[in-house]
């Protein structure tokens, strides 16, 4: 069964500090990881999708890396901003036996970047 | 741009009540998730649909819980007899059909917050 954990859960650091949240999963047989945020009584937005045959993918001051054998992703975040306080999640897509799989999510990591 | 959008935000009810949530995915997307989440945690998958066909089934999805996407456009999950531990964010999510083991990302709606008094 996939577990996904993320260290740590919680994270303060001062504005313009580079930072990296970490994410580990049991099962190495993933199809794709997918980096989500999500703001305090909303929905995830999505960040970053990196699929299992990539090591990386980047989005502005974001950059995600995928390491199957290890079984671990990092988000690093670079030149933080107040404005990216926030949950950040990271969610494994297995799938198994034919199923076309789902998203296991791990419980994520609560980002305070103060000014 | 429209994305996913879920009505009602916010549901109150009482124990022993059916609810009902509906989700709107974005109009291109034949793929309609849905996860269940409570304070502090993850969300947890429930179901999927492509199209009208619901895939997939999680576990915690129990017999008091029922999700439908008619026409392959918008769906519903109820939720018949709620329970205290019912109480959770409900969310929908919606992407594109993959190719193989390559995932198109899913998309989420803000979610409906249930509360079961």
């Known amino acids: 069964k996939q577990e996904v954990t993320q260290i740590p859960a919680a994270l303060s650091v001062p504005e313009g500090e580079n930072l990296v949240l970490n994410c580990s999963f049991t099962?190495?047989?993933?199809?794709?990881l997918q980096w989500f945020r999500q703001d305090p009584g909303k929905g995830l937005t999505s960040l970053l999708l990196?699929?299992?045959?990539?090591r990386e993918q980047t989005s502005g001051r974001l950059n995600a890396s995928l390491d199957k054998s290890s079984g671990r992703s990092t988000l690093y975040i670079a030149a933080s901003q107040p404005g990216d306080s926030a949950t950040y999640l990271c969610?494994?897509?297995?799938?198994?036996?034919?199923?076309?799989?789902?998203?296991?999510f791990g419980k994520g990591t609560k980002l305070s970047v103060k000014p | 741009d429209t994305g996913v959008s879920q009505d009602p935000r916010h549901k109150i009810t009482k124990r022993g009540q059916n609810v009902t949530f509906r989700c709107d995915p974005i109009?291109?997307?034949?793929?309609l998730y849905w996860y269940r989440q409570t304070l502090g945690q993850g969300p947890e998958f429930l179901t999927y649909?492509?199209?009208?066909?619901?895939?997939?089934k999680s576990r915690l999805l129990s017999d008091r819980f029922s999700a439908e996407r008619p026409k392959g456009s918008f769906s519903t999950l109820e939720i018949q007899r709620t329970e205290q531990g019912d109480s959770a964010m409900y969310l929908c999510?919606?992407?594109?059909?993959?190719?193989?083991?390559?995932?198109?990302?899913?998309?989420f709606g803000d979610g409906t917050r249930l509360s079961i008094l």
């Open positions: 999510a919606s992407s594109l059909a993959g190719l193989g083991r390559v995932n198109q990302p899913q998309h």
């Open positions: 099962d190495s047989a993933i199809y794709n």
């Open positions: 990196i699929q299992s045959s990539q």
């Open positions: 969610a494994a897509w297995t799938g198994h036996g034919g199923s076309q799989g789902n998203l296991i």
């Open positions: 109009s291109e997307h034949n793929r």
């Open positions: 649909f492509q199209n009208e066909a619901q895939l997939e």
